[in-house]
């Protein structure tokens, strides 16, 4: 990605925001400017090739979907218990995740306390297993490995 373009539309669903890559440009269309909105757009772009090295090790975890299933499902972040439908609940938990810690809008702990009530119930250990690997091991392999072995605890409990 060479350049971030924002496209303010007022005819765009508000609070929507699409992102259209292509030709080495990434177009952010938006009703209104809002920078928490365009960093998690920009942090699904940014986490793609990770979640693309990752698929096979998300999709074995195919069965952490039944804890969320039915809240992710309403909120059409799921569409039927398959690998597909889990993958997208994973990196939509994740890119929210991230974007909370990051985006610097408030509390993050409130945030991550506020995806879980919205049915994102792996948004704790998510934000946990980053916390606790630290910097220089946040989004490797090992924190991939670590994090579904903390959502699987939790599925258990539940």
Not at 15 to 44: A, F, N, W
Not at 48 to 61: D, H
Not at 137 to 142: D, R, V
Not at 149 to 157: G, I, P, S
Request: with cysteine; glycine share 6%; hydrophobic share 40%.
């Amino acid at each position: 990605m060479s350049q971030l373009v924002t496209i303010l539309n007022p005819l765009q669903a508000d609070p929507l925001t699409d992102v259209v890559e292509g030709c080495d440009r990434v177009y952010v269309v938006t009703s209104h400017l809002r920078p928490e909105s365009s960093m998690h757009e920009l942090v699904h772009i940014l986490l793609s090739p990770w979640l693309r090295k990752w698929e096979e090790r998300i999709t074995a975890s195919v069965g952490l979907l039944d804890l969320v299933y039915d809240r992710v499902a309403y909120l059409t972040y799921a569409w039927d218990r398959s690998s597909g439908s889990w993958k997208n609940v994973f990196s939509e938990t994740l890119v929210r995740v991230l974007t909370a810690l990051v985006a610097g809008d408030g509390d993050p702990q409130v945030q991550i306390r506020d995806l879980v009530q919205e049915g994102f119930a792996y948004a704790r250990p998510m934000a946990e297993t980053i916390a606790a690997m630290g910097k220089s091991q946040s989004l490797s392999g090992e924190w991939l490995d670590q994090c579904l072995c903390t959502c699987a605890r939790l599925a258990k409990q539940a």
